[in-house]
């Protein structure tokens, strides 16, 4: 009996860390397809890499890769102080989430992690 109690606590912290885990907006659980022309983020060494590629007038995926074990997110705007945030993703620690993005019109974005404001960057819809 102690030992049908341990796995089935064990397997409802497992449910409830994968329920926590996905945000609005992510793309299926594994095995189900990823689009290849994704636009990534990756955060590393408490920094971003270099900027995605976007393409205008689409929604689109974004994966944001967080290699620190601090948490990061990517908020998205469309103005440099913020005033327009066009995409808000959740805080992650060392892990991976694909957000799918609406649409956004050519120009400048610029993107932020809301916990670290130090780490910035900025890409091209176009």
């Known amino acids: 009996m102690q030992r049908l109690l341990t796995g ?12 926590c885990g996905q945000a609005s907006g992510a793309q ?20 971003f890499g ?3 590629s976007v ?4 929604d689109f995926s974004l994966v ?11 908020v998205i705007a469309s103005d440099e102080g913020f005033a327009n945030v ?3 993703g ?10 799918r993005v609406s649409a956004l019109s050519a120009g400048t974005y610029w993107f932020r992690c809301e916990v670290h404001p130090d780490m910035t960057g900025t890409f091209v819809a176009g």
Do not use: K
């Open 28 to 47: 299926p659980p594994d095995g189900a397809s990823v689009d290849p022309n994704a636009a990534t983020i990756v955060a590393s060494g408490m920094a």
């Open 8 to 19: 089935l606590a064990a397997l409802a912290i497992a449910v409830f860390a994968a329920a």
């Open 86 to 88: 066009v995409f808000h």
């Open 90 to 99: 959740d805080i992650v620690t060392a892990s991976s989430i694909t957000y």
């Open 55 to 58: 393409r205008v007038g689409a």
């Open 64 to 74: 944001f890769d967080n290699r620190d074990a601090a948490p990061h997110n990517v």
């Open 50 to 52: 270099a900027a995605p």
